[in-house]
């Protein structure tokens, strides 16, 4: 099992930045394929990036490819969203959660409570 923790979230005036963190517990983190996602009000959860175990292969939604970019430190169990350009339909919760799989249909088992990125125009 892994324990997720976001951090970073917070308000930003459009054409922005913020860096999103998510800390994660337990010795198995680099076993798990991480991945970026979020909830505006009224609509469902959408993908937003992905990170494979190591690092090297990441894929990312077309709303945010180009300005967004994924990373993670398997040392310190985290793993990053780096956000820029930001614009108000980035407006939402976003959420870090965890998988066994690489792959567009991989199911996410573990999630963290989310942290609230709010673009203003």
């Known amino acids: 099992q892994v324990q997720l923790a976001e951090s970073g979230g917070g308000l930003v005036q459009t054409g922005g930045s913020l860096r999103l963190s998510c800390a994660a517990s337990?010795?198995?983190?680099?076993?798990?394929?991480l991945g970026w996602f979020r909830q505006a009000p009224g609509k469902e959860r959408e993908f937003v990036a992905t990170?494979?175990?190591?690092?090297?292969?990441?894929y990312y939604a077309d709303s945010v490819k180009g300005r967004f970019t994924i990373s993670r430190d398997n040392a310190k169990n985290t793993v990053y969203l780096q956000m820029s350009s930001l614009k108000p339909e980035d407006t939402a919760v976003y959420y870090c959660?965890?998988?066994?799989?690489?792959?567009?249909?991989?199911?996410?088992?573990?999630w963290g409570q989310g942290t609230q990125v709010t673009v203003s125009s």
């Open positions: 959660a965890a998988s066994a799989r690489f792959a567009s249909d991989a199911r996410y088992d573990y």
């Open positions: 990170v494979s175990w190591s690092g090297s292969s990441t």
């Open positions: 337990g010795r198995t983190f680099r076993t798990y394929v």
